[in-house]
């Protein structure tokens, strides 16, 4: 077998994403990654929340004024030889369709976790998505410089909770005020932590053994004395760094940090490109594609419109999975059969966008979409493969939408559909009437919508109460049969924003009785692209 001729940029390459609960630090860490990559002079520009600066990370007028983070962005930075792209999740969880989405996109997960609190709601949902498909998972401990709780219940209710394996990598020493460092268990050196330095890369200050001398005179006799007798328990009490489990996702290194004094963050980040993942191949219909598969292919998660007001765009975020991009080159859209040149895709350097000359496999890069791309579609170097496993899910909250210019139907119509193509929100048109239903999973994707209708498509839209209680996708093997049951229920048929069929059921009721009533139509909950 001939070697891969992309095999070192394949090996330098990591992608991953954030999961942590609202308020555990996320913002902050990215920050800091993006000061160590030197992306950004200076750390502190990715999200403005308090200072009013304006974010790097965040596009939308919407998430400036709510302080959360609607959109998925993506960072690459070099760090250590390797090259990290950094996928943002949205932080709310009611855009958990999206963020499901993004992780199917990365190689592993940083968890963060509010050290004072522990592990809260939406990590623990989260966790239960990386799950699925067995995400190695890396915990940082946050805000070490507060008061914390103790870290060995910490890791025991990680484990407990989360159900998965820790093995410290560094230990605490003090918290709060007497924060003094951490005790890098694997290198036997105690890193010693100066505040007031989270704007910057610290100088680092390291003491070699636990035994040396120079370890009392630093954090003082008493927090020696107790790292000690810590790490003897936390040696027997805890598991060992295993490169196997880890990678299995059922064992996470922990490293303790704070990511406002920009301290820990190093270690987890030297953890990462050692140990997560370097780009891992992906299923399609017919087999899997491994990342040193020399010909290019990807699969878009993300679709983005109007990123950037003044481009009045749409972007498709697409993971490479194999080979090489390079601009201007020839894919393949397998969807549609048809080859399409390439010359503009984009690379996300800390959330600016820069024209692209080559991406590898790991990388993220942004597709000019004109309506054709869907979330899901596969690109190839020829090939006619499709990739697997990013679904759609069926909303459970539905609303009427209605104009307050009736004139601007058509505007409506475009928005609607462009922004289901998004998946911020699902559109249904009834086969029998000309309502337009909105379906969302989370109650705020409403207000999302209705404020990108009005800046960026300039209609004014409000709801009206819809008589939904749920929707399903609806296939037949056989043709006759749907055609059929396309007649008699077409009160209760409507076409998505792709033009698949859909059920709109009034009740739970109604769902099953017409499922009894037509065994050979199959209702989905998730509609893969
Ligand atoms: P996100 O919601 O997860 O993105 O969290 P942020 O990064 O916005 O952080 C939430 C709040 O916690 C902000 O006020 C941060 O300044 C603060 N914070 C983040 N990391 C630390 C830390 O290490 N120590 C302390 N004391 N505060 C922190």
Redesign the pocket.
Known sequence: MTKNPFSAEISKRRTFA?I????????????KVLLFGQALQRAGTV?G??SGQHAKSDWMEMEKERG??VTTSVMQFPYSNHLVNLLDTP?HEDFSEDTYRTLTAVDSCLM?I?AAKGVEARTRKLMEVTRLRDTPIITFM?????DIRDPMELLDEVETELNIACAPITWPIGCGKSFKGVYHIHRDETVLYATGQ?HTIQPVRKIKGLDNPELAKAVGSDLADQLREELELVVGASHEFDEELFLAGELTPVFF?????N?GVDHMLDGLVEWAPAPLGRETEEGSITADAPTFSGFVFKIQANMDPKHRDRIAFCRIVSGKYEKGMKMRHARLGKDIRIADALTFLAGDRALLEEAYAGDIIGLHNHGTIRIGDTFTNGDNFRFTGIPNFAPELFKRIRLKDPLKQKQLLKGLIQLSEEGAVQVFRPLANNDLIVGAVGVLQFDVVVARLKAEYNVDAIYEHINVSTARWVYSKDAKKLDEFRRKAEQNLALDGGDNLTYIAPTMVNLQLSQERYPDIEFTQTREH
Do not use: Q
């Open positions: 954030i942590s609960h609202p308020d555990a630090g996320k913002t902050t860490i990215t920050e999200k929340k308090k959360i983070s932080g963060v509010d946050n805000k070490l410089d507060r989270g940090g704070t990511a406002l004094g301290f």
